[in-house]
């Protein structure tokens, strides 16, 4: 008996990763020679921010994303602080506003104007003056706002709260004081109510944020963690770190049990540090190598083996830095899932790489693009101050999509319909399109009274392309076969007295209506026109089309549905 490998079904199995050209680059940017493990990048789709040289102190570029090319050597920076930037980030919910953190000891909030920088920047619109040390990690709350996470080398997490008026702040409203040396590493849940860290004590741990709590510490000694990571809802961690033998390594953690990984592999031997990067929405998992140009990516699943090897992205070039363009700023025309920003200092490049998935069609791809999380806050400050958890608003990507409600909406009442709660399937992601679906539920019901008023008496012309309905005939045998032998007039099924005789969808395009009516249809066929006579009710005729169609040798024939 032969043996085969199981297979494992997946729409992303055939993503590959695809490097920008030159001219869609930014070359001759000066890229910081800083030897923090950070990422010195940071995205939304209106900016690329990049921590630079700078003498006499730290500062950081802001770039337009759609400024690509060479950098004018003199473009103006964002310079206020008194030593080298270490972090930077982005606001989720304003793409006008980021914030900083440097070997100063401070961290800073900036304004970025919405016209092009024509001036250096050097008076931030917020100071936080709390850390004793250097500053080292800055994080972002990822559903209240203006809530700020900071970490710095006095061991201390401090919580602050920017929606005070005050331009300098010196007391935050919490501080977590739980670690034992530097904290490597900060990251979320999805609706922001644990922390997870990992320490240079080599422990990882999670941490109620409000409370100060450590809920749970890993104290397995085989894995020496740098970088940790939420995985979303699922209840797991991922950890970058070394083993015994110095070679690089991965493991997978249940949140609620940390004594024992799920999983642990070893990568390879490079001295490199790992950057994890998890997408919730496809559950894609990246691994970006510093010191390296390869960007391994993985598929998470809830059971066994939980960590899917997909594929890996290879690059002569290696990345010191990468930043992550949000999901709202992705090409969906181009079916691209994910938007890497790569930093090569050795050629002062910033090189944009692509996730795509492979697909023919051009319309948009709802299966690999579920709803998403929205550039709105889903909580104030106080309101998650005050102990309330809310997980992120949603949004779809489809283009011409209205911004989601956090609670349903419904103009009408509608009693065929079903709401279905995400809050309950998603612990709180809550996201709805009431309006869109309203609209579209309106718009066919006009379109089935305006059927029912044409008089049976008059003809119409229609024509081979869009309908005077709005709703293009289906192009190709299989999108036939998939539309369930529907009236692409007016929605309806055939009647059970509807007889219609074989035709051949390749080679002619043409309406099927499930209603009666007498109308006279000209279509055009490969070039050449066809006149089509609907017959009176219970007689069928078949039209002869052109007598041999480009791509076919056979002569096309047309049954039509009598009326």
């Given amino acids: 008996m032969s043996w085969h490998p199981q297979y494992r079904s997946s729409k992303f199995r055939h993503v590959y990763g695809k490097a920008a050209s030159r001219d869609k680059c930014y070359d001759c940017v000066p890229i910081t020679c800083s030897v923090h493990d950070n990422h010195f990048c940071a995205v939304n789709p209106s900016f690329i921010a990049v921590v630079t040289e700078c003498v006499g102190g730290g500062a950081f570029l802001v770039i337009p994303i759609k400024q690509t090319g060479k950098l004018d050597p003199h473009y103006p920076k964002v310079c206020g602080h ?6 930077i980030k982005w606001n989720p919910f304003n793409d006008f506003v980021i914030a900083s953190c440097s070997e100063d000891a401070t961290v800073k909030i900036w304004d970025i104007p919405n016209q092009l920088i024509k ?3 050097t008076t931030p619109k917020k100071e936080l003056l709390g850390h004793a040390r250097r500053v080292g990690l800055i994080e972002w709350h990822p559903t209240a706002d203006n809530i700020l996470f900071s970490s710095g080398y006095d061991y201390k997490i401090m919580i602050w709260n920017l929606d005070v008026k005050d331009a300098v702040l010196s007391e935050p409203v919490k501080i977590i004081d739980v670690h034992k040396d530097v904290v490597l590493s900060m990251s979320f849940n999805t609706d922001g109510s644990l922390l997870a860290t990992a320490c240079r004590d080599r422990k990882i741990r999670v941490i109620d944020p409000r409370a100060g709590t450590v809920l749970q510490e890993a104290n397995y000694k085989s894995h020496r963690a740098n970088k940790v990571l939420f995985l979303g809802n699922m209840k797991k961690l991922f950890s970058t770190g070394t083993s015994w033998w110095n070679s690089r390594q991965i493991a997978l953690w249940d949140q609620n049990d940390l004594s024992v990984p799920l999983l642990e592999e070893d990568l390879d031997g490079s001295s490199g540090l790992l950057f994890p990067v998890y997408d919730s929405d496809t559950h ?3 691994v970006v190598g510093k010191g390296d140009g390869n960007i391994r990516y993985y598929e998470i699943s809830p059971e066994k083996p939980y960590l899917n090897y997909l594929m890996e992205y290879r690059s002569h070039l290696p990345q010191k830095g ?3 363009m949000p999901k709202r700023g992705l090409d969906v025309a181009a079916c691209e899932i994910f938007r890497f920003y790569k930093l090569i200092p050795t050629k002062s490049l910033i090189e944009p790489v692509s996730m795509i998935v492979p697909r023919r069609s051009e319309s948009y791809q709802e299966d690999i693009y579920p709803l998403t999380a929205a550039a709105q806050p889903a909580l104030t400050a106080q309101q998650w101050l005050n102990g309330i958890n809310k997980g992120p ?3 779809s990507l489809k283009p011409g999509s209205e911004a989601v409600s956090p609670s349903p909406q419904f103009l009408d009442p509608e009693p065929f319909t079903e709401v279905t709660d995400l809050s309950q399937q998603e612990g709180g992601r ?3 399109e009431d309006k869109q679906k309203l609209g579209e539920i309106r718009d066919s019901r006009k379109k089935m009274k305006l059927e029912g008023e044409l008089p049976s008496s008059k ?5 081979n392309g869009p309908d005077v309905f709005e709703c293009p005939p289906p192009k190709t045998e299989n999108e036939v076969r998939m539309s369930g032998m529907k009236c692409w007039g007016c929605g309806g099924s055939p009647k059970p007295d509807d007889k219609r005789m074989p035709f051949t969808w390749w080679q002619f395009r043409e309406a099927l209506f499930c209603r009666p009516v007498s109308v006279q249809a000209l279509c055009s066929l490969r070039g050449q026109k066809l006149c089509l006579t609907w017959l009176p009710h219970g007689k069928q005729k078949c039209v002869p ?3 041999r169609l480009r791509g076919s040798g056979k002569e096309g024939a047309v049954s039509v549905l009598a009326s």
């Fill in 119 to 121: 001036k250096s920047i």
């Fill in 82 to 87: 008194k030593g080298n930037v270490l972090d």
């Fill in 430 to 432: 809550m996201a709805l």
């Fill in 545 to 547: 089309a052109a007598p």
């Fill in 284 to 286: 894609m998992l990246y």
């Fill in 459 to 463: 003809k119409m012309c229609l024509f």
């Fill in 322 to 324: 990468i930043g992550m």
């Fill in 393 to 395: 608003l949603l949004v």
